[in-house]
């Protein structure tokens, strides 16, 4: 069985509504594993590795909008 593993909803996430003023994803700082990543200011997060992905689920809390699942 594969391991869990975070996956962002692409047409879902919109990091400008998580953060108005400076665009940061909420979930990414919550990601206490550092495998999600943002890599600038108002793009969608990218899971990197992804097999290095703990399914924790931090990020999924995070996420005021649910674009972050754990599948």
Not at 5 to 14: P, R
């Given at each position: 069985?594969?391991?869990?593993?975070?996956?962002?909803?692409?047409?879902?996430?919109?990091?400008?509504k998580?953060?108005?003023?400076?665009?940061?994803?909420?979930?990414?700082?919550?990601?206490?594993?550092?495998?999600l990543?943002?890599?600038?200011?108002?793009?969608?997060?990218?899971?990197?590795?992804?097999?290095?992905?703990?399914?924790?689920?931090?990020?999924?809390?995070?996420?005021?909008?649910?674009?972050?699942t754990?599948?």
């Open positions: 069985m594969p391991k869990p593993k975070a996956g962002v909803k692409y047409d879902e996430c919109v990091p400008e998580c953060s108005p003023t400076d665009g940061i994803c909420s979930a990414v700082e919550a990601c206490t594993h550092t495998i990543k943002q890599e600038e200011a108002y793009e969608s997060p990218i899971v990197f590795p992804a097999d290095m992905c703990q399914g924790c689920g931090d990020c999924v809390k995070a996420c005021p909008l649910d674009a972050i754990i599948c």
